[in-house]
């Protein structure tokens, strides 16, 4: 089989993503957020899934690219008869009016490159995962679509008549779709689209500029940025894993997951990545998502939660839907809210620490101190000597997990210095108690004939979550344990070209197939941490090409052929890859002139 590659580029202004197909084809797009139903899914089904694409006649040849440094797409379409032509996509985001401007507004600019192409523009929203087919208007210069929970509207200076009936013309001029979800564009077409395209770029390069990234494989570490950026929904600060559902871990896997919610469990990973590349807005809003949902919940956090911080995430399946390349099954909503999954509490903790440690914060920002750093304890507490799913969201089985108890430890250690600066004794004290107890719990896990820390208290299986014991230092870097512990997992879990298995014993739906990426970023960090920072850079540079042609990373790669796997672009695969160029960088720490 050959390789797969998701053929898709991203764009998004923090209110919604659209995913752009090489093909032209807007395969994915969600309004009016993140998790409502899809207005274009292609991804999902081909013929329920609705099309919005701007193709030529007969054979054609594309090329796709992003503007330098922002979240503006190109395509370009090489014709048979030697016509071009290019497709600009974008999600206007701007700042006006002293707020940002990011409406449900997805705007294509069409122009001609060589000659004068015949091109067709065919645009069939859907709504409720494909079971609404939306009643067409026409107007003289736009086209509006009714059925679903808002209006739509496709505002155009081409001839609305070719829009209507799919007709071929010839392209010889500049042309704009808007298209608007509830409120339309209600200004001069082709002025506006202008304006909007070139504050938009002019927003994403200065975003940049802001932004302190190492040369350390620059463009690599730019793009995963700006992917990042817009996997935010800044409404309420949360940040989802990925825009899209049911992209299977593997053919014929069914580990097909809805992905559009907001992981606690990755909030360390997130902010550390925010944090090194200097981004504070965008950490500030995700401490106010993680504050709102901590003072919501009386006792026990879930792992995930919707965008805008509710707890009910149902999941079920659409039966009707033939699913990706045929994959089902379709889940909409994620049943591992439902599970117990305790390094929440010390990664909720470990998130709110640099309102204590980092200075840039001012005082004021630490308001109710004493009552929040108890609050969390309460919570590290009473989960402490609990058994749990574990990072994994193991469906039917709860351990004693390493992993756990290591952001239960981190947690009390992030609780021990809050309680120092703000005077608070006592809480200092029960800090210091509880980091004793989830130490203990890891060393359980620790195996004295391999030297390595297994998966869980009594269990012989070994997780590449582990290598968190010295990412965060639980285990001195620099120690012998942990060169030992290194080796050990590489033995196991390592697999060619710098991938890495989360692990290879079976689960509730048997031994995975694929390797998760993420920890193969891990594993780079971990060989940097440890001073093999020369096999962090080749395991590195190894690990770039498995990027598809817009340098996008998806959650899973398959060891054999190195195709692509998974819901896509992962958020958290971006992270990781920005964590360990980080590391490496930190490590070089050379002239830029060597």
């Known amino acids: 089989m050959a390789k797969h590659t998701y053929q898709t580029g991203i764009i998004g202004n923090c209110a919604f993503i659209a995913h752009v197909n090489k093909n032209t084809n807007i395969e994915w797009l969600c309004w009016p957020r993140f998790d409502s139903t899809f207005i274009f899914g292609g991804l999902l089904d081909k013929n329920k899934g609705g099309e919005f694409s701007i193709l030529p006649e007969g054979d054609f ?9 922002t979240n503006v797409l190109i395509t370009e379409i090489s014709c048979a008869d030697g016509t071009s032509y290019k497709v600009t996509d974008y999600a206007p985001r701007f700042r006006e009016h002293d707020r940002y401007y990011k409406p449900l507004m997805l705007i294509r600019q069409i122009e001609p490159i060589e000659g004068s192409p015949r091109i067709r523009v065919k645009c069939e929203p859907v709504s409720d995962y494909g079971k609404t087919k939306l009643t067409v ?31 071929h013309f010839v392209l010889n001029e500049t042309k704009y779709l808007a298209m608007t979800y509830g409120e339309p564009l209600e200004a001069p077409l082709i002025s506006t689209c202008t304006r909007f395209l070139r504050e938009t770029i002019a927003y994403w390069r200065i975003w940049i500029k802001h932004s302190n990234i190492a040369t350390f494989y620059q463009p690599y570490v730019i793009r995963a940025a700006l992917a990042l950026k817009i996997h935010q929904f800044e409404d309420t600060g949360a940040i989802i894993a990925a825009s899209t559902t049911s992209l299977p871990e593997s053919p014929g896997s069914t580990r097909n997951w809805d992905y559009r919610y907001c992981w606690l469990r990755d909030t360390y990973y997130v902010i550390t990545a925010l944090n090194h590349i200097g981004h504070f807005e965008e950490m500030e809003k995700y401490f106010a998502y993680v504050t709102d949902i901590s003072f919501a919940e009386d006792f026990r956090y879930q792992p995930l939660y919707s965008i805008t911080g509710q707890k009910n995430i149902e999941e079920f399946i659409l039966e009707d839907l033939d699913g990706y390349l045929g994959n089902k099954p379709v889940r909409i909503g994620n049943q591992a809210s ?15 620490l640099p309102l204590y440690t980092d200075h840039r914060f001012v005082f004021s920002e630490r308001k109710d101190s004493a009552r929040w750093v108890s609050y969390l304890l309460s919570k590290i507490e009473r989960t402490i000597d609990e058994k749990d799913a574990g990072i994994w969201e193991f469906r039917n089985m709860a351990n004693i997990h390493a992993y756990s108890n290591l952001f239960q430890w981190a947690g009390a250690s992030a609780a021990e210095k809050m309680a120092k600066t703000i005077g608070n004794t ?8 509880l980091k004793e107890r989830a130490a203990a719990h890891i060393e359980s896990c620790y195996d004295p004939i391999r030297k390595v820390y297994t998966n869980s208290a009594g269990s012989p299986n070994l997780d590449a979550s582990t290598l968190q014991l010295i990412l965060m230092n639980y285990i001195d870097p620099a120690s012998q344990r942990a060169k030992d512990h290194l080796i050990a997992l590489e033995k196991e879990l390592k697999a060619s070209n710098g991938l890495f298995y989360r692990y290879k014993y079976a689960d509730d739906f048997g031994k995975p197939k694929t390797t998760f990426l993420i920890c193969a970023f891990w594993y780079v960090e971990a060989l940097a941490a440890v001073g093999r920072t020369n096999d962090a850079i080749r395991e590195f540079e190894s690990l770039l090409q498995f990027s598809n042609h817009l340098l996008l990373f998806s959650e899973d790669v398959d060891e054999k052929d190195g195709s692509q796997w998974g819901n896509f672009p992962q958020a958290y695969s971006h992270v990781g890859l920005m964590n360990a160029a980080y590391r490496i960088a930190m490590k070089l720490d050379r002239p830029i002139f060597l």
């Open 61 to 69: 040849t594309s090329h796709q690219y992003y503007l330098e440094n």
């Open 426 to 433: 006592e809480l200092e004290a029960q800090a210091v108690s």
């Open 338 to 352: 439902e599970h117990i999954q305790n390094d929440i509490y010390g990664q909720v903790m470990i998130s709110v």
């Open 137 to 167: 208007n026409r107007g003289s210069n736009h086209i509006q679509f009714l059925g679903g929970e808002e209006k739509i509207r496709l505002t155009t200076n081409i001839p609305v008549s070719y829009v209507f009936d799919e007709q």
